[in-house]
């Protein structure tokens, strides 16, 4: 009798697996949406897409395999959704960026938020710039760029009908500028000197002095002519 007196009720003081289980909060799906993108976002930055497993983000996640399949069709429908947001956010953070002011201006804001997007979001940015058997359909590094260059062309536009010169060859400097700072923000996510305020003042001496200077009819001083 004292024996079944002294004895806790319930199985004892330690919770058994069912109790563990029932205390266990049951993602929504939504939640566990997020949950395998995020994991797959920053297997995908460190490894790249061929480095990267179903396996390994189930795993990570708590879960089974067919969970992953189940929300986005494979590590392919995985890999374009992280691929899609990324170019998103950055592509809003340069549009964002440019909210008028003189030009020279505009250029800065527009190398800060590339150089603020590579800062914050290094993973994405690593994403973004690695190449994978699934770009065609969600898009490249270089369609993005394309896709910010062609904000930067209307500021050129106007620029180049005030002075006079070729509207049409905008988009060609567009191209040139967005693409001198998106290798150089490249460059810099590894080695991260000069501090990013220098590296935007560099950059827009650079281009806002070549374009300062800029020729109506540029021509070649060498012999090659085509």
């Known amino acids: 009798m004292n024996g079944e007196k002294g004895r806790p009720r319930g199985g004892g003081g330690t919770a058994g697996p069912t109790a563990r289980r029932a205390r266990r909060v049951r993602m929504t799906g939504k939640e566990r949406r997020e949950q395998l993108l995020d994991i797959g976002r920053t297997l995908f930055a460190e490894r790249g897409f061929e480095g990267t497993s179903v396996e390994e983000i189930a795993?990570?996640?708590?879960?089974?395999?067919?969970?992953?399949?189940?929300?986005?069709?494979?590590?392919?429908?995985?890999?374009?959704?992280?691929?899609?947001r990324e170019m998103q956010t950055l592509l809003?953070?340069?549009?964002?960026?440019l909210t008028g002011g003189h030009p020279r201006e505009l250029l800065e804001q527009a190398a800060f938020a590339l150089l603020d997007y590579i800062e914050?979001?290094?993973?994405?940015f690593r994403i973004l710039v690695r190449d994978s058997p699934v770009a065609q359909s969600t898009g490249t590094f270089a369609s993005l760029i394309s896709d910010i260059a062609t904000k930067v062309e209307d500021i050129l536009g106007r620029e180049f009908k005030q002075r006079g010169f070729d509207t049409e060859l905008a988009?060609?400097?567009?191209?040139?500028?967005?693409?001198?700072?998106?290798?150089?923000?490249?460059?810099?996510?590894?080695?991260?000197?000069?501090?990013?305020?220098?590296?935007?003042?560099?950059?827009?001496?650079?281009?806002?002095?070549?374009?300062?200077?800029?020729?109506?009819?540029p021509r070649l001083i060498g012999h090659r002519r085509s």
Do not use: C, I
Not at 92 to 97: F, S
């Open 59 to 84: 795993h990570k996640a708590g879960v089974s395999k067919p969970v992953v399949y189940e929300h986005f069709g494979g590590k392919e429908g995985l890999y374009a959704v992280v691929v899609d």
């Open 92 to 97: 809003d953070l340069v549009t964002g960026a």
């Open 120 to 124: 914050q979001s290094t993973d994405g």
């Open 171 to 217: 988009s060609l400097y567009a191209q040139a500028l967005v693409g001198m700072v998106a290798l150089t923000g490249q460059w810099w996510l590894d080695v991260r000197h000069p501090r990013k305020s220098e590296v935007v003042a560099h950059l827009v001496n650079l281009s806002w002095n070549g374009l300062s200077g800029l020729e109506a009819a």
